[in-house]
C-alpha cells in the first residue's frame, strides 16, 4: 500500500494529517473535483531533470510548469519535463503520476512554487489515484526542506 511509508514517517514525526479517499481520479483537476478541493488548493508533484538531476517540482494542480522560470530560478544550464516512463522505477511504492511531495523519501530535491506558501495547508496525491493527505504546510516544509522558487 503506497500511503503506508508516508503514514509511518508523518506519525513517527507526530505530523497532524487527513487522509482522503476519493474515487480514482488521474490528473489534477479530476482529483480536485473528486476530492472537493479547489484546483489552487491542491499541490501537483511533477518530475524534472535539472542539470541531468532528477528533481521535484510541486505547485498549485491548477498552475503549468514554467520551464523557463524554473531554469532561470535554480541557475541550470538544463531543465526537461520527464515522462513517466523515465522515473516509474524510483517511486516502486506509487502509482504512476501519484507521487507524493516528498522527495527527500526518493533522494530529491523539492521544489516549491511560491504560491503554496500562502495557504495554511498542503493537500497531495499519497501514492494512489484514491487517496489524498491534507497537513499542515509548516510541518511539510519542516519534513521536506523544500527550496521556495517564484514560478
Known sequence: MPIATLREVLDSHHIKYTLITHSPA????????????RGRELAKTVIVSIDGRMAMVVQPASQRVDLGRLKTATGAQSVALLNERDF???????????????????????????ALTKDEEIAFNAGSHTELIRMDYRDFVNLVH???LSL
Open 26 to 37: 488521474y490528473t489534477a483537476q479530476e482529483i480536485a473535483a473528486s476530492a472537493h478541493i
Open 88 to 114: 516509474k522505477d524510483r517511486f516502486p511504492d506509487c502509482a504512476p503520476g501519484a507521487m507524493p511531495p516528498f522527495g527527500n523519501l526518493y533522494g530529491m530535491d523539492v521544489y516549491v512554487g511560491e
Open 146 to 148: 523544500p527550496t521556495v
